[in-house]
């Protein structure tokens, strides 16, 4: 369809002048807090610091990566040392942000007093024989829909232009001389040209422009300039040069905002224009107009007011104003990237944590929040003017991804650019930065479809002519919806970028030691540190993942169709897996072959058998349902919801069930316990579903470019599905580059699979133990137990330093105060071993299906514990290994195994 004509209603959304407005914001408050808190650093007390800090070196490290242990001396030496370097940092912060508002309102409320002294402006109603203009200005007021009239005031410029200022309280119209001649002499001009300031009144962007005004002058003024001072006093160069250019730079930056704030005013203004008021506007606008260079488009960024060629365009094509520019994304988050650090340690250095919180992430995840609402008021805005504009004029709808990509992308670079990074040395590897990266943009992508998708499904729903009320009310809800999907998307974006930081006490680093590996990061270390996250936020601070989940299903409602096909599909595809779910632990409870299994152990193995088919079946029902049509991935997100809400208590059930059919004869049911409950309905309803919504986003952009190739190739689902298993294989075997991996001693004697032949165990037992209570203790004592080669164990070594112990129901058997002691291991463990010059170590234990139990007569206890790194000693021949253990306590234990050809 072609370009309706200007003077088209406004969509009842808010305006572009907003959202450019709350960037410029998000900029200045940034930059101010971290550049007072350079203006106020205390040299003498930072020395000082330094230098107890440099006394600390002979001192252990406070976190041994390595050893995952705190020396608790070393981490209160440090803390002494710095003292009260986190008041320090907070009360800088807030300084600047203080001296910030100060300038900023001083500036903002002096204005109008100001421009009315310099330019010696006068009340229109006191000069006489203007009753015939005031009369035509109230019929303009009224006109423009204002409920009140300003006050205008006249200036003794010749020129025919205006210009609208104010404060909250008052609002005044300036009305140049020459503009009150063309009241006689061009009627139509000065119509056209009154119209126009009054639109600023209707829009309501007096109070942005001359808060960003302020802001412009409150920037330079309270923290450019006595920063530069600072600075220059410092008088030392590399300092100086490292940091003018950047304080240039944001200063180009925020200008360069400001300044955006008034040209987007005017282009809402012009655009209130109809009629013939428009083809006046433009004629106005032709006097001026010349062919316009890059030079001139360049310079317009540093302009107050567009150039008359942009104007005349934007009359002309009344489409442009409402069409989602990623430039005008990229802004907003380079905005918001510059204040992302300095805001995370404001809120970091709190004298009380935030609650609910985690001390160390609640930082960035608050940081989050505060920075999602801006960011979400430019997604929604911007989005949905277009999808308003899209539907009421039948154009195509944005797609938003673009829109949402561009975001992230100036938010990465405004986080590059913020002052800390200019000061850290810790940051991550390139490759886990591009990789960290890249899949921020992909998620910014989604985000900015998400919300394409909540508007034009939403809008689709009323009526093509609906009212602004009904309109600003679903919006409202988008952008609440928004603004929790973007601070969680944030929150972890900033929370993953400070772990995955390569310094000696990253996280990053502690997960590769949990692997083997500490001085090596992988891409498995790194894919585990994003599932890390995910299950923190699950145990710690579930509302943090059940908030953004039910805040993605928005859209949803307003997709009838497609929603209920995503719930049956999750409903089918629950309710099989919660009737298959038992079969797999009754399987796994028959293969254990024990029949005096307990009921702590069957949740022991109920407990270690659903968890994955739990993340399997969910993503499967969400893959299933954006592979079977073209549906949202977010549709997918539901799919795996229903299912998980179907598979949540059959996991408890199963449990429940089993205990009541294998257990001891009147023993009754084993009801699930409270932290049974909150991790399957933790995992089942937050864990499982977030890695179901990536699942189907990798599956919907695999099947979306696989589908390019061609009719005449392969079905495109099924190639896309042949992709996925060949990345999740890349995954688990790739190691990724890194940094070398430090050499491991290994004997080569180890490896090989051994069978226990004859086992020696001595333990220290106190009377308030578990053991000591089931053997009626009454002082303490010790026990010896022993095992053999019919109730042992077997061990593979491998080469590559990783071990594997099956323990096929092991027994040790022994005696104490006149009862029978058994100690019965089943299950697998798998470790990373070291073994040089008789010193053997085992590290990094994961175990699979772990059971300890210790039975004394009939009584039984379970005493599965995590499994920690231990350090031993060894021989080893050609078909006998015997490795020992000795405890600090006196416990000892001595293991003899001989080679099986197995």
Partial sequence: ???????????????????????????????????????????????????????????????????????????????????????????????????????????????????????????????????????????????????RAPTFLVSRSARVSGNTFGTVASRYVRLDLGLVHAHRTAPARFRAVVLHELAHLRNA????????????????????????????????????????????????????????????????????????????????????????????????????????????????RPRRLVSARPVEAFGAGLAAGIAAPPLVDLLSHLPRPLAGLDPVAGGSQAAGLLLGAPLALVLTGTLWRSAWWARRHGDRPVRGAAFGAALVIGLLVGRRLA?????????????????????????????????????????????????????????????????????????????????????????????????????????????????????????????????????????????????????????????????????????????????????????????????????????????????????SIWHGTLAALTAGLLLAPAVLAAGVLLSCDVGPPGGGCAGPDRAAVARALGHALLVAPVFATLAAALGAAATAALARVGPGRRPAGVTAAAVLLGLAAAVVSADGPGSATVPVERDGCLVGVWRLSAGRYHAQVATDSVLGRLAGLTTAASVDLTSGASTGFATAYRADGTATDLYDLSVAEGTLNGHTVRQVRRGTQTYRWTARAGRYTQRNVVTTGDLVLLRVDGREADVTTVVDDSASTYRCGPGELVIRFDGDDGSWGEETFVRSPA
Wanted: with cysteine.
């Fill in 205 to 316: 962007d007096v109070d942005l422009t001359r808060l960003t005004v302020a802001l412009a002058w409150a920037f330079p003024l309270g923290v450019v300039a006595p920063a530069a001072v600072t600075f220059l006093s410092a008088l030392h160069a590399p300092d100086l040069a490292r940091n003018v250019w950047r304080l240039a730079l944001f200063a180009v930056v925020v200008q360069v905002s400001a300044w955006s704030v008034l040209r987007a005013r005017e282009f809402a203004a012009d655009a209130r224009l109809g009629g013939d008021d428009a083809t006046t506007a433009r004629a106005l606008l032709g006097v001026g107009r010349r062919p316009t260079g890059w030079r001139d488009r360049l310079a317009a960024l540093f302009r107050f007011h567009p150039l008359a060629q942009a104007r005349a365009d934007e009359l002309e």
């Fill in 419 to 631: 002052w800390s990074a200019g000061y850290a040395d810790d940051r991550p590897v390139w490759w886990v930065e591009l990789a960290l990266s890249l899949c921020a943009v992909a998620g910014g992508a989604l985000l900015g479809r998400w919300v394409a998708l909540g508007a034009d499904a939403w809008l689709r729903r009323l009526p093509r002519h609906a009212e602004g009320r009904a309109v600003r009310r679903v919006w409202a809800a988008a952008a609440l919806a928004t603004t929790v999907l973007t601070a969680g998307f944030l929150g972890a974006l900033l929370v993953l970028d400070a772990w995955l930081a390569d310094g000696d006490l990253s996280m990053l680093r502690l997960l590769a030691a949990r692997e083997g590996h500490p001085d090596r990061v992988t891409v498995v270390t790194l894919a585990d540190a994003l599932a890390l996250h995910v299950r923190v936020l699950a145990d710690q601070a579930p509302y943090l993942l059940a908030a953004p989940l039910a805040a993605a299903l928005f859209p949803l409602v307003a997709t009838g169709a497609s929603a209920r096909r995503a719930l049956r599909v999750g409903a089918v595809t629950g309710m099989v897996a919660a009737v298959a779910l038992p079969v797999v632990v009754a399987g796994a409870a028959v293969a254990a072959r024990d029949p005096g299994l307990g009921p702590a152990t069957l949740r022991g193995l109920v407990d270690g058998h659903t968890l994955l088919p739990v993340t399997l079946v969910e993503a499967t029902a969400a893959v299933a349902v954006v592979a079977g049509r073209r549906v």
């Fill in 1 to 147: 369809m072609g370009e309706p004509r200007p003077g088209t209603p406004h969509p009842p959304l808010p305006s572009a002048t907003l959202g450019r407005f709350v960037a410029v914001v998000t900029a200045v408050i940034g930059t101010s807090m971290f550049g007072w808190q350079i203006v106020l650093i205390d040299p003498a007390v930072t020395r000082e610091r330094a230098v107890c800090l440099a006394g600390l070196a002979g001192l252990p490290p406070p976190i041994d990566v390595r050893a995952g242990t705190v020396d608790a001396a070393s981490a209160d030496a440090v803390q002494r040392c710095l003292g009260t370097l986190g008041a320090d940092v907070l009360r800088q912060m807030l300084t600047g942000l203080a001296v910030l508002v100060a300038v900023t309102a001083l500036v903002y409320l002096a204005a109008p007093w100001v421009e009315r002294r310099l330019r010696g402006l006068r009340r229109l109603d006191r000069v006489p024989g203007t009753e015939a203009l005031r009369a035509d200005l109230a019929t303009l007021v009224r006109e423009a829909g204002l409920r």
